[in-house]
């Protein structure tokens, strides 16, 4: 494995195919304990710099702030500032990344959902905030869209912005809920834990000599690697803040015989 890494270290690393890696990765963060007291910090470092990020944002965006609820509609209080919250009947105002780009092109406005906010460590403020930094600084000035890829390439931009000791959080947070939510089509519950065994930095690497990467394919080792079929597909719509029982578009399939 250690061959491996060296190799791919001297290249940019990008799989060809990240079917496998995502399952892997939901396969961890299913298997992860709910709630490991020992590694809060993480968090509350990314909720340190999720509220310097917001306010710097600030500058440049006017968020606007949505519910399903109608009786959530009035504004919230967040870091000494008041936000309007207004009534909107999916709660979200974007199903696509391309949708939410062009509105905020259009309009300098970005609205964020404030519903499924509940969390293990971060209010409701807290986790509001942390998905409109996300949304602004990866998915709009990153321009990555809302599916599997998409929310890898944007960790990679919020993990530039990000302190060390916030990183764990954020992988946790950002890829492991994503491809969670891809493979077993629903958002998964939120965990305090660190998952063990990947790369932070150079995703698609692997701390487990039972895998290996082929040709820019993470496969199980002694397994064949497949060809990689790229084939033409509707933009990914949003996996975050859905309710447990709406489906999931685009999921992946888990594989039978490479994991």
Not at 43 to 51: C, G, I, P
Not at 132 to 158: C, P, Q, W
Not at 183 to 194: E, Y
Not at 207 to 233: A, F, M, N, Q
């Amino acid at each position: 494995m250690r061959t491996i890494i060296n190799k791919l270290l001297k290249e940019k690393l990008e799989l060809k195919n990240w079917d496998n890696y995502i399952v892997l990765i939901a396969n961890t963060y299913n298997a992860m304990p709910d709630y490991d007291s020992s590694v809060t910090k993480h968090w509350d470092a990314l909720n340190k710099s999720n509220h310097t990020l917001f306010q710097r944002l600030l500058s440049k965006v006017n968020v606007i702030f949505t519910s399903n609820d109608k009786s959530k509609a009035g504004s919230i209080a967040i870091d000494g500032r008041n936000f309007k919250v207004i009534h909107m009947n999916q709660g979200d105002e974007y199903q696509t990344q391309s949708e939410m780009k062009q509105s905020f092109e259009k309009t300098g406005k970005l609205f964020i959902s404030i519903d499924h906010s509940e969390h293990p460590i971060f209010s409701v403020e807290d986790n509001i905030v942390f998905r409109t930094v996300h949304d602004y600084m990866a998915h709009i000035l990153g321009n990555h869209d809302f599916g599997a890829k998409g929310e890898i390439a944007s960790y990679n931009r919020h993990v530039k912005m990000a302190p060390k000791e916030a990183i764990p959080a954020l992988f946790s947070e950002v890829v492991g809920q994503a491809a969670t939510t891809i493979v077993t089509n629903s958002f998964p519950k939120q965990k305090i834990g660190v998952m063990e065994g990947f790369d932070y930095i150079n995703l698609g690497l692997v701390d487990d000599d039972s895998y290996e990467i082929i040709d820019k394919v993470l496969v199980k080792k002694g397994s064949e690697v497949k060809p990689v079929i790229k084939t033409k597909r509707d933009e990914p719509t949003a996996i975050f803040q859905k309710d447990d029982n709406q489906e999931a578009k685009n999921t992946i399939k888990e594989p039978e015989d490479e994991l």
